[in-house]
């Protein structure tokens, strides 16, 4: 079992930077593929980034390719999220999600979900 636990999130102006955090618990968390997924009002929820359990792979959408960083410290048993250079699109409830089938693009892929942190980004 696996309990996670989101922060970072908050209100930015366009251009500025945040870093999320998915803390979790669970002896054997490093053992698990992590990925960050997001849903806006009124839309579906969305990969954003995803990183394998050893921190050796890392897949990200084409939105925020370039902007985004996604890493862990599996001695911290954290995942994190650094958002740069973020737009108002980017405005959304960020989740982190564990999966035991390695880092994958689909809400379904993961196992255990987060309760996810607001990111919003003003023009």
């Known amino acids: 079992q696996v309990q996670l636990v989101e922060s970072g999130g908050g209100w930015v102006q366009a251009g500025g930077s945040l870093r999320l955090s998915c803390a979790a618990s669970?002896?054997?968390?490093?053992?698990?593929?992590v990925g960050w997924f997001r849903q806006a009002p009124g839309k579906e929820r969305e990969f954003v980034a995803a990183i394998s359990w050893s921190g050796y792979i890392t897949y990200y959408a084409d939105s925020v390719k370039g902007r985004f960083t996604i890493s862990r410290d599996n001695a911290e048993n954290t995942v994190y999220l650094q958002m740069n250079s973020l737009k108002p699109e980017d405005t959304a409830v960020y989740y982190c999600?564990?999966?035991?089938?390695?880092?994958?693009?689909?809400?379904?892929?993961?196992?255990?979900w987060g309760q996810g942190t607001q990111v919003t980004v003003s023009s």
């Open positions: 669970g002896r054997t968390f490093s053992t698990y593929a």
């Open positions: 999600a564990a999966s035991q089938s390695g880092p994958g693009l689909f809400v379904y892929e993961y196992d255990y």
